[in-house]
């Protein structure tokens, strides 16, 4: 399998399938955006889709027929160490976890596992990885995973009701990021943490196609965009940005 497509598997159901979101308990947020956020140009960029956003190429999704065995591969643990963001992380037992692009879990049940009196939801749009995760569940005996059907566009996340949602090697390739920033932004508690794991777009010793990989700043300046603050900056992984927001706690004067 190539770099590209091991780079690109995790998050290529989030722009293949396009499913309404379901049990979302409330209006969508991303109505209104407009779609001019956006800009379509002639691309001959490798792995690129010609959409532009914030003068960003989005990637193209990289489908692979092992994309499933390449997400439990035995050498994942060494390649990208999940142990050391998982620290950065920082989650105590009760919080609400959203691993947005789920895939077969390989997060999933780690994350689990540090809120046992909380909840992780695992949000994909492709019902195939969600059927993977409830056998895993049943099998293992977990009960704190929720399971949650998304779109492209929208994770369905419950109004106000996360603390933390992680992104791990997937924004890049998001074909409405506007709209999945409104989002996710929707669903995070006040003060709740927007985590993005990125491939750094600054180190072209990195394998991975440059449109796979988001610098810093513009990673910063979608996410600033969007109302998030920026909180912290992680390079404790191999390859990879850890790059840590929040939605600000509204204040109110004269109360």
Known sequence: MTVASKVGYRA?????????????????ADQGIAEDVYEQRDTSTDGGTGRIY?????????????????????TRDTEELPSRLLQVLELNQANVV?????????????????????RVLAIEVQQAMLDTIRTRMQRDNVRNIQLVLGSPENPALPPSSVDLALIVSSYHEFSHPREMLTNIYAGLKEGGRLVIVEYRGEDETIAAPRVHRMTEDQIRTELDASGFRWRDTFDVLPQQHIVVFEKPVSTQEGS
């Open 12 to 28: 290529w159901v989030w722009v293949t399938v396009f499913v309404f979101c379901v049990g979302c308990g409330s209006e969508s």
């Open 54 to 74: 914030m003068n960003r190429e989005i990637a193209d999704v990289m489908k692979s027929e092992h994309g499933a065995i390449w997400l439990e591969r035995p």
């Open 98 to 118: 959203a691993d947005i692009g789920a895939g077969t879990g390989f997060l999933t049940f780690r994350l689990a596992r540090l809120v046992p009196s909380g």
